[in-house]
Each structure stands twice: as C-alpha cells, then as structure tokens.
C-alpha cells in the first residue's frame, strides 16, 4: 500500500482509487461480467474489441479489472475470486465509481443437487443465502440451535435471464448439447465444506443439510458461494440521492432530488396545503440488475465432476454470451456513465 488513504469511511487514494479493487471513476463500464478466476476474466477479455487496446489493473489485493469494449460498447470484466466478502468489495467499491444504472453477470461454477448432467448450464431465477451459525456449539453438538440458517430466496433481474438465455441459445457452439437450465433456485454458502453439505474431518453437522435444503426450498438445484450477495446488495441498493443524481438531470431549481418536476417547497404559494407529490419517474434512480450464469462442475448426486476439457468449451461458449447478453440490454444515456468512445 503505497498511496495516502484520505477517508476512513469510504478509503479512496489522493486520486479517487478505490482501496481493494485499485479502480477510480471512469475506469469501469456500467455492464459488467464478473468472475472468480483470473483466466476466465482473461480469456473473455479475448472478446472485447481490439481497438482501443483495454484497460487492466490487477490491483495489490488480487482484484482484476478489464475494461475495454464489446462491439463498440463499454463492459468491464472482474475478476474478484470466490466467497461473500469478495462480492460485498467488488459490489460497494464498483459502485462507488460508477454513475447511472450497473449491471452484472456473475459467470461462475456451481454444485449441482438434482440430476442435471456436469457441464449444463443453470440461470437461477433466485438465490438464497446458507450460512453457518455461529452459536452453535460445533465441537460438542448443540440442542437448542440450528447448526445452519436459511434466507429468503432474493430473485435474479428477469431481462437478464431472458437476454443470457437467448445469447447462449445464439451462440451454442455446433454440436454442443449442454443444457440451458431456466427457472430453478440457487444457494450461496459461506463455505465450500461445511454449508455445502461436505463430509470432512471437522464436525460440521452437516449431514442432513442437503436433505433439509431439498425439502424446504422449492426448485433448489445449485449451490456455490456468490450470487445471494451479489443479488442481495443488489436489491437493498437504493443509492444515495444527493451523491448521486441522474447524470443528465433536467434543470432543477432547488428542492428534494426525487421530485424533478416539484416545485421546492419555498416557492410554494399556500403554506397551508401540503406540498405535492413528486413527479415520480421524471428522475429515476439509478439501479443495479444482476443474474447469474453458473456451469455445473460438480453432481452431488452422481459425485462426478467436470473434465478440464468441458471447462474450456464452456467458458467459450458462455464467455461471449455473457458480453452478448449484456450488450442486449437497454441503458438509457442518461444512465449510462461510460459512453461509446470514452474508454
Ligand atoms: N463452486 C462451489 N461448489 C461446487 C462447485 C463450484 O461453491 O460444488 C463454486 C463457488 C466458488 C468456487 O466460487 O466454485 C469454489 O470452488
């Protein structure tokens, strides 16, 4: 670490960086792909345009930023490794450099609970969160507590699903018969081991979680360890209205940033009447949308897992329509932060 940090709150460099991801404002797309490895981030960088040559900043902690353009549009692809708290930096640090509305892919792999055959490919309509709880006494078994709790469900953005899902329809590779696997539940964990239902020479109390996960959540079928988060932030962002008002806002006199249209309340003729509503959607918020496209690598229920080979032709295939799918979504340009041509 080599920069003055200037806040505590939010840590930012003299120059606006971001401290985890390395990134600032204007270095990272609206559309976003975001992966666990560094290869899969690198071979679908392959895709972006070739001119101009992208940007890439692997940061000091390991997060890796590729911004570039897909068909002339921004889209940055990153690369932020595995687990929540990856997500939560990945998420609020993105966040902090964009304006207008964000959009993300989660390109990842996943275990699969029903009979799905390894390498289909599963679009999960929602995501809940299984984590371990931590007052339960593991070491000796516990009668008063759950050993494991269960969220909500928080659902995938819908236009995202159908936009990947056409785009791997589009782009199926000749011969490739690999399932496209729509309508079923996701859960994310916060291990691979023990909340996954794994067997290890830790007490985990794990054994009938699967069994549990099966009866309770309806069209449960994978698990892995992202997605709930980044759904989860996703849907509990509202933004912050005065640090971030539309970027192209029609002129406002002052008064509350919601109401565009409103007149402010001092210029209000009749102290007496309440002041009128907002116009709602004059100034809309911005928004954060995400789904998530995960290739099932391991069949708990057959125990096999995925040959290195299949990887290499799914993340192919799945590379480019993830960019294709993101590329298929409307952003108004009032929303959008990165233009054609400005990276
Ligand atoms: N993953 C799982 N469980 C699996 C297969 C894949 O969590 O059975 C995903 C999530 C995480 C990484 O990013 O792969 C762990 O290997």
Redesign the pocket.
């Known amino acids: 670490m080599k920069d003055t940090i200037l806040d505590a709150n939010f840590p930012k460099t003299a120059d606006g960086r971001v401290y985890h991801l390395g990134v600032k404002s204007g270095e990272v797309a609206n559309r976003i792909v975001t992966v666990?490895s560094i290869s899969r981030a690198r071979l679908i960088a392959t895709y972006l345009d070739a001119s101009p040559k992208p940007f890439s900043l692997y940061s000091e902690r390991g997060f890796l930023t590729i911004t570039g353009r897909y068909r002339g549009a921004p889209v940055s692809v990153v690369c932020i490794g595995?687990?929540g708290p990856s997500v939560d930096f990945f998420i609020r640090e993105v966040r902090e450099c964009l304006q207008g509305d964000m959009l993300v892919i989660r390109f990842?792999?996943?275990?699969c609970l029903t009979d799905l055959p390894v390498g289909s490919l599963v679009l999960p309509k929602a995501s809940l969160a299984v984590t371990r709880n931590l007052d339960f006494d593991f070491a000796n078994g516990d009668h008063w507590r759950v050993p494991y709790r269960l969220s909500k469900p928080i659902p995938a953005d819908s236009d995202l699903i159908l936009s990947l899902q056409r785009a791997l329809e589009s782009t199926r590779p000749v011969g490739a018969s690999g399932l496209v696997v729509l309508n079923t539940v996701n859960a994310s964990?916060d291990s691979?081991y023990s909340s996954?239902g794994r067997q290890t020479s830790f007490q985990d109390h794990n054994s009938g979680l699967i069994d549990n996960l099966k009866e309770t959540i309806q069209d449960i079928a994978t698990?892995?360890?992202?997605t709930y988060w980044i759904f989860h932030l996703a849907a509990s962002w509202r933004g912050l209205p005065s640090a971030e008002p539309a970027l192209n806002p029609p002129q406002l006199s002052a008064g509350p940033v919601f109401s565009s249209a409103a007149p402010s309340e001092s210029s209000h003729a009749d102290p007496s009447r309440p002041p009128p509503r907002p116009a709602k959607e004059t100034v809309q918020q911005p928004t954060i949308r995400a789904a998530a496209v995960q290739m099932v690598?391991?069949s708990r229920s057959s125990q096999e897992f995925i040959t290195p080979e299949h990887v290499s032709l799914l993340e192919a295939w799945c590379g480019q329509a993830v960019l294709d799918a993101l590329l298929a979504m409307d952003i108004p340009q009032d929303r959008l932060h990165l233009q054609e041509g400005s990276v």
């Open positions: 666990g595995m687990g990842g792999s996943c275990g964990t691979f996954q698990l892995e360890m992202e690598f391991a």
